[in-house]
């Protein structure tokens, strides 16, 4: 199975930025990285994806280190809507579909 | 428009009982997935389907699970003679289409119950 590695939880205050890693050192060359997020009682919602360039869209960014083994995502100004769990996603590259394989993830607390 | 609807919202059943669980994808999305969710964890792939064809179940845990989705829209995850290990939050999600980069759509999940 493809897969990702990211700490249990992380803290952030209002209106800071915050940085959630993910480590994926079997991603294979073609495979995207995607980010989801899981507010509670909800199901998850995208985030963003990439593959090899850093992306930015309304929601985020991701920074994608340049061996790809590793991926950040940046929520440049934290809100109390922001905690969730976020997890960072790969396509199993074992199965040959597009099977994904979820880890853990990490659990954002936004302090106010 | 409307998202991806799981219904019932929460179902309890007493072991040995057989249950369905609805999903209705978003309209036009041709590719459909079902993930289980237990306390604490993340979504365990389970199935996906594209159209009516199931084309990785390798997620499935035992024979006592199945998953048809006739039409290529609508699609119900079955479970026979329910276990309470069975208990859990099950989760659709559906996507326009299948590539690498294909966002997936999650409905709100089923809460199944086995007393």
């Known amino acids: 199975d493809a897969k990702t590695t990211q700490p249990n939880s992380m803290e952030s205050n209002e209106e800071e930025p915050v940085h959630l890693p993910c480590n994926h050192s079997?991603?294979?060359?073609?495979?995207?990285i995607h980010w989801y997020r899981q507010l509670p009682s909800q199901g998850p919602e995208y985030v963003i994806h990439g593959l090899t360039s850093n992306v930015n869209n309304r929601m985020a960014s991701l920074a994608i280190a340049e061996d790809r083994k590793s991926s950040t995502l940046i929520l440049h100004r934290a809100t109390l809507r922001d905690a969730a769990v976020y997890y960072c996603i790969l396509r199993d590259p074992t199965s040959g579909t597009y099977k994904y394989i979820f880890g853990t993830g990490t659990r954002l607390k936004v302090l106010a | 428009g409307a998202g991806v609807s799981q219904t019932p919202s929460n179902k309890v059943t007493e072991k040995g009982k057989y249950v369905e669980l609805r999903c209705d994808p978003i309209s036009g999305h041709t590719a459909l997935y079902w993930y289980r969710q237990s306390l604490g964890q993340g979504p365990e792939f389970l199935i996906y389907f594209q159209g009516t064809g199931a084309a990785d179940d390798s997620g499935l845990p035992n024979d006592r699970f199945f998953a048809v989705r006739p039409e290529g829209s609508v699609s119900t995850l079955k479970i026979q003679r329910t276990e309470r290990g069975d208990s859990a939050v099950y989760l659709c999600?559906?996507?326009?289409?299948?590539?690498?980069?294909?966002?997936?759509?999650f409905g709100p999940g089923t809460r199944l119950t086995v007393l």
């Open positions: 999600a559906s996507s326009l289409t299948l590539t690498p980069y294909n966002e997936q759509f």
């Open positions: 079997t991603i294979s060359g073609t495979d995207y």
